[in-house]
């Protein structure tokens, strides 16, 4: 399974969402203006991941659950956003609730 393919499809099965390029990596938008998970393909690193937006606490729990599946990134990790890693065995159920976490979290306010 190609990961962006995959995250691709969860994200674009949100109502309203849409995908562009943003800093050069395939990022999905609720209504075309926020984002709310962006692919991280070794742009940032050397690791294959996407970074979503979390409601609070969400990061701190996984990442400390998990650290390695889970993950801080950069640039938006101090506004509570959660990085997942995608070259590890992946959970895409476990993926798809928190893509869908993001998407509810950027349009309404809340998971």
Do not use: I, N
């Not at 390029?21 to 998970?37: A, M, Y």
């Not at 609730?97 to 509810?104: G, I, N, S």
């Amino acid at each position: 399974m190609d990961p962006l393919e995959e995250l691709r499809r969860l994200c674009l099965a949100q109502p309203e969402a849409t995908e562009r390029l943003s800093h050069g990596e395939p990022t999905w938008f609720v209504k075309g203006r926020k984002t709310f998970v962006m692919f991280a393909d070794h742009h940032h690193d050397d690791r294959l991941a996407f970074w979503c937006a979390a409601a609070p606490g969400t990061q701190e729990a996984l990442v400390a659950e998990d650290p390695t599946r889970f993950f801080r990134p950069p640039y938006v990790g101090h506004r509570g956003w959660l990085g997942v890693y995608l070259d590890v065995p992946v959970d895409w159920a476990e993926v798809g609730e928190l893509v869908a976490d993001a998407y509810r979290f950027v349009r309404y306010g809340a998971p």
